[in-house]
């Protein structure tokens, strides 16, 4: 099944008045492009292109579709303008903007902010190899997601999902506001009905009720994955994916590890966040808003003896992460 | 799991392609199916698309990931789609019954199953050489059976007059194969009769066995259609070549690799559901003013 990438439009080209100068990124839906508006503003523009579906020689510009292929590729289309509904609708700093949706070449293009900066992931990724004993700080975490959450509820009010919430997801930009991008999995809550292509999940940030077919999905939904992403921050990486904390839970055990480098209130909403039991978690981003953003005094409760030896033991059986 | 796969459906000659196909899959198991509407019948497309979807969701609903018994499993669903059709003349009163032929096969744990009703057939092939194709629920290949047991054969009959189907007034016949385990390299074949029916079973095992899927599944079905001539049949092939039981590495790309996946749905939406141009044009005019609205919104702000 394996089938060349279709090819980005090479720097030069320009498509509904915007001079592409160069590719940023390519995903399954399509490819991200810097551009330059006709008032030579920077944007990203991100043209639907679906590697699996479409084809595109070098130096064509209209993608070819097969016929076999069509109905899928227009299933897409609707989630591409699923995105660019949901981003249209919101007005926030916290949430990647959308400018302007157009068509040409027989495919759709939606022109955003250029945001420059790094995603949380870089972040993440630097700040673990230098191997101190905390990733990020922890006034750094609580600021970052007070910023996210606030976006977050927004998207919520709106009666949508994230549903790929994930630090590869949140930008960091260089005036340092903490951006929401990729809302190509959102999906509007209330059009359950017909909803048959369910949205791809990231393991490790994808709640349980993402792998069951039958799941309910809701706000609690993205708050698991919220909770996924204050773990990487702490842990530098990804939790273990649903499936394996179902079969046998370490979570727990490497949370009670990381105390007294974070604070227990930080430790405990991530462990309220990231509840199998979707009931089990905060039910709404505003008890989880609240919760994170009261903060009395941070306390840090060191390990007793006996909590350090169990530990120690978990680990000697291995598969400690 | 990890396999290859390419399916195509050709009109050929006729005003309609009331031939269907499709596949859905989990991590630890797949099903693929060829349904062929019956003309001289109401509906055709209609049949062959709800045996699909009848068959989609019923793996849907007991792949977790993989079936507990793919046979009984495939009978079932072979049968609760029958029911379907009957339930969908009825309720719309209808002289006769929508009617269609059906395979379809389950791939988990290595081994291959299949069922079907009617003359859509499933080939295996394995080093070029055919391991065994389904024989169809027709006069013709009944007649043929027979004659190997040395009973006199009376007229010759026509092929394409089968004595079941699902949407069939009686309860169809639904025959199974398997099990087969699959060795890397094999490859399955499901097909209509569009296919089959123009090309000699020798063909297509040699066209099956020589090339990439993607090329020797359009070549096959291409060379069907030529000899179909103006009138040629309504052609639809699927095949799937097996690989390995156990992916080597994880795909990089996030997309699937544990999500279930299907393309049966997604080909129901074609005949509801589809975006056409008014859709486009209409969804990037509301996305447009919505901008226009939030930046009012924000400026005022």
Redesign the interface.
């Known amino acids: ?1 394996s ?1 060349p990438k279709p090819a980005a439009l090479p720097a030069g080209t320009v498509v509904g008045g915007y001079h592409i100068v160069r590719k940023l990124a390519a995903g ?1 839906f399509g490819v991200v492009y810097l551009a330059q508006d006709p008032q030579q503003q920077w944007v990203a523009l991100k043209e639907y292109l679906p590697a ?1 579906l479409a084809e595109r020689a070098s130096g064509e510009l209209a993608p070819r579709v097969k016929p ?1 292929k ?3 590729y ?2 897409g ?2 989630s591409f ?1 699923e995105e ?2 949901s981003l ?4 926030h700093p916290s949430v990647v ?7 040409e070449n027989e495919t ?1 293009y939606m022109v955003m902010n250029y945001l420059q900066g790094d995603t949380l992931q870089d972040f993440v990724i630097t700040a673990r190899d230098l191997k101190r004993e905390k990733v990020l700080r922890e006034s750094t975490i609580r600021s970052l997601f007070d910023e996210i959450l606030r976006g977050l509820r927004i998207v919520h009010q709106h009666k949508m999902l994230h549903l790929d919430i994930k630090p590869a997801n949140i930008f960091i930009t260089n005036d340092n506001r903490a951006v929401m991008l990729d809302f190509g999995a959102a999906r509007e809550v209330l059009t359950k009905e ?1 909803d ?3 949205p ?4 490790g940030f994808a709640a349980p009720e993402m ?1 069951r ?1 039958d799941g309910a999905l809701g706000p609690w939904t993205d708050i698991y994955a919220i909770g996924a992403c204050l773990y990487a921050c702490m842990h530098g990486y990804p939790p273990s994916d649903a499936p394996t904390r179902i079969d046998k839970d370490r979570l727990d055990a490497t949370l009670a590890r990381m105390r007294s480098t974070y604070s227990d209130n930080l430790l405990e909403v991530t462990q309220w966040c990231m509840a199998l039991d979707p009931l089990s978690r905060p039910q709404s981003v505003f008890a989880l808003h609240k919760e994170l953003a009261h903060e009395s005094e941070r306390r840090y409760s060191t390990l007793s003896l006996a909590d350090r030896i169990k530990l120690q033991l978990e680990s000697l059986k291995g598969g400690a992460r | 799991m990890r396999f ?6 050709r009109k050929g000659g006729r005003a309609k392609n009331e031939d269907r196909m499709g596949y859905c899959y989990t991590r630890a198991s797949g099903l693929f199916a060829v349904a062929d509407g019956m003309g001289g019948h109401p509906e055709g497309e209609v049949a062959a698309q709800m045996a699909l979807q009848t068959l989609a969701a019923s793996f ?1 609903r007991d792949a977790r990931p993989a079936l507990a018994q793919p046979v009984a499993h495939l009978e079932d669903a072979l049968l609760a789609a029958h029911h379907q059709l009957l339930r969908y003349a009825t309720e719309r009163a209808l002289i006769d019954t929508p009617r269609t032929t059906a395979v379809a096969c389950v791939i988990q744990n290595q081994t291959v199953h299949w069922a079907y009703c009617g003359d859509s057939r499933l080939y295996l092939v394995r080093h070029g050489r055919l391991l065994v194709h389904t024989r169809d629920h027709s006069y013709s290949q009944l007649q043929e059976s027979l004659s190997r047991l040395a009973v006199p054969g009376g007229q010759p009959v026509n092929r394409s007059v089968l004595f079941t189907c699902l949407g069939s007034p009686g309860r169809p016949i639904i025959d199974i194969g398997g099990p087969i385990t699959l060795q890397t390299g094999d490859r399955l074949l499901l097909c209509s009769d569009g296919l089959w029916a123009t090309l000699k079973d020798e063909e297509i095992v040699s066209g099956l066995s020589q090339r990439t899927l ?1 090329e020797a599944v359009p070549a096959l079905v291409d060379e069907a259609l030529r000899r179909g001539g103006a009138r040629a049949d309504n052609t639809t092939a699927l095949a799937i070549e097996w690989e390995a039981q156990h992916a080597a590495t994880p795909a990089r ?4 690799d ?3 996946a ?2 049966i ?3 129901l ?2 005949d509801s ?3 056409d141009e008014a859709d ?2 209409r ?2 005019r ?3 003013e ?2 226009a ?3 009012t ?2 400026g005022r702000t």
């Open positions: 099944m089938k399954g699996s076999d069509l109905p899928l227009r299933l289309l609707k303008f660019g509904r249209a609708q919101i007005a903007s959308v400018l302007n949706f157009f068509r759709v017909g048959f292509v369910r791809m999940y990231t393991p792998y077919r | 290859g796969l390419y399916q195509l459906s849907q993607a790309d996030d997309l699937d544990d999500s279930f299907s393309t749905q997604a080909s939406e074609t559901v589809a975006l486009i044009e969804s990037i509301e996305i447009n919505a901008i609205r939030s930046h919104r924000r």
